[in-house]
Structure formats: structure tokens, C-alpha cells
């Protein structure tokens, strides 16, 4: 019974406002919405004016916060990362601002923001899996900027680590977004972690060549360069195995991480050079076909 008369109130009040409304004349009508237009106008344009300088001052602040990771030598991995972070934190603190200013009750939001919290959370798990692979990658460290790195089938050097995605560059100088979720959960072949990498050649040479003249040639080559190093291990090579038409010659040396490359191929080159006039050949594949006469 009471519900239903505080019902009948409500109906009666309505009835009496829009009984206002009909009442007034032209004149009065547009003041009553002049009235209602002016502080709203104001507040839009407050809000504009909010935008802008908050902008600005999240530029502001971005850069300082940058020129200030770069004085105390924090790791680059870890800058770009922060920077992400805090542009993200406070780009949602401006629009919770301007939200507040043009009079949308910020506790009614922040419900709203909870009870969608779900929902955004289920839509969105990918991302929030990236985001915690990307805190895991700058936690452990597997790799950091400037790393040469093999994972998800592409290999290149680490130029950025944001909050969900790395960014490869490949030898061939192709931009590569890793997602940070199935990054930090594969496997990760670092090749610049320790600094120095293995080089390996394999050279296939005639049966009833000489062995010991293709592994002094190769040897002669690796010990006279000076980016071959002595340690962990001296240069090698060996007799590796006997093949259906050739002799395969292994040769390794250890060298930096930044001269791999070049040293790999400039000692095939010369390999390729210096055996034909040592006496030593380069086979072909060979295949022996007999042909029976039945006849």
C-alpha cells in the first residue's frame, strides 16, 4: 500500500513539472534552457581545455621521466616498458578527470569500470597475458635491447620491449610484433647472451684427396685471422664423415658475437679459392646405373 501511494506522489509530481513546462511561454522556455545551456557549454569548454593541457603535460612528463631513466642508467628494456606504462596510467587518470568535470557521478563509474571488469577481463585475456609476459621478460631477462634472439620461428635483434609486444628486427630488416604471452612461454635461443658464438664449416671433398692438406688449409686460414679467438677452445678440425660421394671436413672456431657472420663467410670464400689450386675437389653428387641386356 505504501509503495503503491509513494507511486501516485511520484506520478503527481511529474504531472505538476510538465504542467510547469507547459505553462510557460516562448520567453520563458528559451531562458529556462539558456539557463541550462550556459554551465554545460562552460563545463565543454573547460573540458577541451583540460584535454589539452593534460596532454601536454602527459608529453611533459613523459619526457622528463624519460631523460631521467637515461641519467641513472636504467636498463634500455625496462625504459620503454615504464614509459608505456605510465602514458597508459595517465591518459586513464585525464578521462576519469574530464568525466568528473562534465558532472557524471566518478563513483557510479567506478562501479560501472568494476562490474564490466569481468567481462573486459574475459575479452581481453590475451592482452592481460601479453601484459604479464612482458613483466616476466623484464623480471628474468631471457634477452634485452640490442640481443640477437631466435624464437617463434624469426630470428633478429631486440630493438624494443613494451608492455604487451617486443619488437625484432630481422637481418633483412623487417619489423617483427612478438606478443610478450607467447614469448615469455617459448622457447628462446639468445645468441648475444654470452658474447662469443661457435663457427662451424663442413666442406665435402673427392674420395682419395688429402685429408690431413683440407684440414691444414682450413687451420692455416682460422689461425692467421685475428678475430678468431683462443679461448674457450682453439681452432679445430677433423675428418667428420665419409658420405655416399664425399668426404665432409668439419672445421670450428670461436669468435665474438659481432663478427660471426663475416668471418663465416669469408673463410667459404677462400675455401672455395684455395682448394681447386691446393689439388683438392669439390665432388658432385654421383650415381652408378647398370644397364642389363636381356636379350
Not at 636504467?74 to 616498458?81: A, M, Y
Request: no cysteine; glycine share 6%.
Amino acid at each position: 500500500m505504501i509503495r503503491l501511494t509513494n507511486f501516485l506522489i511520484g506520478i503527481d509530481d511529474n504531472l505538476l513539472n510538465i504542467s510547469k513546462l507547459s505553462s510557460q511561454n516562448s520567453h520563458e522556455l528559451l531562458s529556462s534552457l539558456w539557463n541550462i545551456l550556459i554551465p554545460f557549454s562552460l563545463k565543454v569548454v573547460s573540458a577541451i581545455l583540460i584535454y589539452m593541457i593534460g596532454s601536454w603535460l602527459i608529453r611533459r612528463i613523459r619526457s622528463i621521466i624519460k631523460v631521467v631513466m637515461e641519467k641513472k642508467s636504467v636498463d634500455q628494456s625496462l625504459r620503454g616498458f615504464l614509459l608505456s606504462f605510465a602514458t597508459v596510467a595517465m591518459q586513464i587518470f585525464l578521462v576519469i578527470i574530464l568525466i568528473s568535470l562534465l558532472g557524471v557521478n566518478t563513483t557510479s563509474f567506478a562501479a560501472l569500470i568494476a562490474s564490466g571488469g569481468i567481462a573486459a577481463g574475459m575479452a581481453l585475456s590475451g592482452t592481460l597475458q601479453n601484459f604479464a609476459g612482458g613483466v616476466m621478460i623484464l623480471l628474468f631477462k631471457p634477452f634485452k635491447v640490442g640481443d640477437f634472439i631466435d624464437a617463434q620461428g624469426f630470428m633478429g635483434t631486440v630493438k624494443e620491449i613494451r608492455i604487451t609486444s617486443t619488437l625484432l628486427n630481422t637481418p633483412d630488416n623487417k619489423m617483427i610484433i612478438m606478443p610478450n604471452g607467447s614469448l615469455s612461454n617459448g622457447i628462446i635461443n639468445n645468441f648475444s647472451n654470452t658474447g662469443v658464438r661457435r663457427v662451424e664449416w663442413k666442406v665435402s671433398i673427392s674420395y682419395g684427396d688429402d685429408i690431413d692438406l683440407a684440414k691444414n688449409i682450413i687451420l692455416e686460414m682460422l689461425n692467421t685471422d685475428e678475430r678468431v679467438l683462443r679461448e674457450p677452445a682453439e681452432p679445430f678440425s677433423s675428418l667428420l664423415e665419409m658420405g655416399d660421394s664425399s668426404i665432409v671436413v668439419v672445421a670450428r672456431a670461436w669468435v665474438k658475437t659481432e663478427d660471426f657472420w663475416s668471418l663465416y663467410f669469408e673463410i667459404n670464400e677462400k675455401i672455395y679459392k684455395t682448394f681447386p689450386n691446393k689439388g683438392l675437389t669439390f665432388p658432385f653428387p654421383q650415381l652408378d646405373v647398370t644397364i642389363k641386356n636381356r636379350s
